[in-house]
T-cell receptor
Framework: QKEVEQDPGPLSVPEGAIVSLNCTYSNSAFQYFMWYRQYSRKGPELLMYTYSSGNKEDGRFTAQVDKSSKYISLFIRDSQPSDSATYLCAMRLTGGGNKLTFGTGTQLKVEL | NAGVTQTPKFRVLKTGQSMTLLCAQDMNHEYMYWYRQDPGMGLRLIHYSVGEGTTAKGEVPDGYNVSRLKKQNFLLGLESAAPSQTSVYFC????????????FGDGTRLSIL
């Protein structure tokens, strides 16, 4: 069993839809949680960065962390074709500053 | 503002050949990382460095060597390339403070025939 599980998709939604992307994890010691967006043939780009449980909002993006369920989510409101990319969740331990554990990524396509 | 720059962007090698991938960052970051990305496997850490002159093994270090002679550069070497090393290689860097995220380059696509 992988430490971080993420549905690979692909996920196809119409423009304007609310998108929900999720990851589950098994190591309860993870404290820092990240979402990266990766366009084709590009490097991962940091979208959201949260510490411990709770919600964080940035424009159309909201990240949620539920440590009791070992579950994190990324919501995208009013999705746009430019949101079409692969979304990677990542997490690491407190003090484990050198190692990020990544999910395999969910491929999202937002269609006109 | 270049950020993290990787060279080359693409390379095809024959089995047994050697090569070096270069990562350069202009953000004065202490920490640097090399990952490989394979379908269905996610990003996996190969080696990392917490400062000039230091390196450490990550999750999948076998078959690779690294050097950090200058703070801004992190080199990844393949001494004798194998087909299993066909992958996309990403370099990342970050500031020392524990709450700082990693910033990635755009990758090197490497094929070993």
């Amino acid at each position: 069993q992988k430490e971080v599980e993420q549905d690979p998709g692909p996920l196809s939604v119409p423009e304007g839809a609310i998108v929900s992307l999720n990851c589950t994890y098994s190591n309860s010691a993870f404290q820092y949680f990240m979402w990266y967006r990766q366009y084709s043939r590009k490097g991962p780009e940091l979208l959201m960065y949260t510490y411990s449980s709770g919600n964080k909002e940035d424009g159309r993006f909201t990240a949620q962390v539920d440590k009791s369920s070992k579950y994190i989510s990324l919501f995208i409101r009013d999705s746009q074709p430019s949101d079409s990319a692969t979304y990677l969740c990542a997490m690491r331990l407190t003090g484990g500053g050198n190692k990020l554990t990544f999910g395999t990524g969910t491929q999202l396509k937002v269609e006109l | 503002n270049a950020g993290v720059t990787q060279t080359p962007k693409f390379r095809v090698l024959k089995t047994g050949q050697s090569m070096t991938l270069l990562c350069a960052q202009d953000m004065n970051h202490e920490y640097m990382y090399w990952y490989r990305q394979d379908p269905g496997m996610g990003l996996r850490l190969i080696h990392y460095s917490v400062g000039e002159g230091t390196t450490a093994k990550g999750e999948v270090p076998d078959g690779y060597n690294v050097s950090r002679l200058k703070k801004q550069n992190f080199l990844l070497g393949l001494e004798s390339a194998a087909p299993s090393q066909t992958s996309v290689y990403f370099c990342a860097s970050r500031k020392t403070a524990s709450n700082q995220p990693q910033h990635f380059g755009d990758g090197t696509r490497l094929s070993i025939l």
